[in-house]
């Protein structure tokens, strides 16, 4: 059974920092890309941030750009997510996705066919 667990939400004041932090298992995607997806209350998942299979390249959504820094570490089969500078805006439940057909990053939502349940990220004064 393939599990996404996801872990490192939590709520924060606007400005600060997180890295959320994604452990796969019962299938290996060290082929695949991979990325962070996410939901805000009331509208549609979006993409955030994606990885190579290698992780030498990524992409990131304009949102994320120059914020966020998507990494993994495919012998540790694991996928980060370091967010700098969050605001209000950045709330949404956060999930670690992988793509069966892309070993280059996508921003394509429907490129991602496997993501955990979330993470939940909330920016508040």
């Known amino acids: 059974q393939v599990q996404f667990v996801e872990s490192g939400g939590g709520l924060v004041q606007p400005g600060a920092s997180l890295t959320l932090s994604c452990v796969v298992s019962?299938?290996?995607?060290?082929?695949?890309?991979m990325g962070w997806l996410r939901q805000a209350p009331g509208k549609e998942r979006e993409f955030v941030a994606a990885?190579?299979?290698?992780?030498?390249?990524?992409y990131f959504a304009d949102s994320a750009k120059g914020r966020f820094t998507i990494s993994r570490d495919n012998a540790k089969n694991t996928l980060s997510l370091q967010m700098n500078r969050l605001n209000p805006g950045d709330t949404a439940v956060y999930f670690c996705?992988?793509?069966?057909?892309?070993?280059?990053?996508?921003?394509?939502?429907?490129?991602?066919?496997?993501w955990g349940q979330g993470t939940q990220v909330t920016v508040s004064s």
């Open positions: 996705a992988a793509s069966t057909i892309a070993t280059m990053p996508s921003g394509l939502i429907y490129d991602y066919d496997y």
């Open positions: 019962g299938r290996d995607f060290s082929k695949n890309a």
């Open positions: 990885t190579s299979w290698s992780g030498k390249s990524t």
